[in-house]
């Protein structure tokens, strides 16, 4: 639930997340924390500003003894999709899903990564057995990952302790981008709430000029999440079989498969993944092709011609006319 802060603990909260000096950061998340009211309500929230001003400090620590930075092998580059598979143990469950057999010690020494093949697509899946150690690594996977596969749900308390809400199978997004100027601007609409409490909320943070990006099923709570630093992930569970789990991850991410053909009708590639309610102008877009007139669309194996604002759906096979 929402924490109802007093008016002077938001106004701290606001200066904190405005300061960019790690002190000064820290002086004033221990004024906040000493200001905010502590009951069952902000047990979360306590828990994760004492995370934040124990990670300041380690920061701070670290700076003035002037270590030389290193690239840290655990932050990743993603291609397309990256998806952690979540066990508890050190399990088959990354074997059975992709077929590639993880030595242990490589799983604990480096990131592993293997493809998981389905429905037309590749699926960069990683492995973080979190239940037996080298958590911190792990949850650097965990927080770059697009979705996550949960193969034992012991590791959801694991997971939700470092300052991340889970969401199963569907995506609850906020985001907010900081402005200097232009005020409050809403991108998407949520039916939990509405532009005014949304703009009175975020002003009562100190948040007066930002993009403020919201999905459908967006709550208060997910926007005081989001400005105390908690991360929303969204997972979904363990299946043996790959078409199965990829068609889940699909709709859990709000991902369609759009195939597009060449001149001759045959298909031109991989499927286009773009989100659900995308239109022949998306598709147009995505492959560089201007001033597109319409297409031809294939959908269960009936041909017909389109405009640009007609809605795909997923499986579609598509070719632009322009």
Known sequence: MVTNLTEEAKAIWAKAIRAKDPEEKLRLL?????????????????????????????EIIESKKKKAVRKD??????????????????TDSFYRLTGVNPPQYEVFSRPFVAPLKALDIIIQTYYAPIGVGNLKNFMKLIKQADVLIIADERVIPLIESE?????????????????????????GKSKFISEEELRSFLTGYGISNCIIKISIDATLDDVEDYIFGKMQKVFVKM????????????NALGLIRIYTLDSEGAIAGPPLLLKVGSTVSDVASEINIRNAKGAYVIRNGSRMRVGVSFELKDGDQIRILY
Request: proline fraction near 4%; avoid cysteine; charge should be positive.
């Open 239 to 250: 299946k043996s079989d790959p078409k199965e789990l990829v068609s889940d991850i699909l």
């Open 30 to 58: 221990q004024l906040f924390y000493s200001k905010m009211p502590h009951h069952k309500g902000t047990e979360k929230l306590e828990v994760s500003i004492k995370r934040q001003m124990a990670a300041l400090k380690e």
């Open 163 to 187: 300052d991340i809400v889970l969401v199963q199978n569907r995506r609850r997004a906020v985001e907010i981008l900081r402005m200097p100027t232009g005020g409050i601007r809403i991108i």
């Open 73 to 90: 092998i655990w932050i990743v580059k993603k291609q397309g999709i990256m998806a952690v598979l979540v066990d508890y143990d050190f």
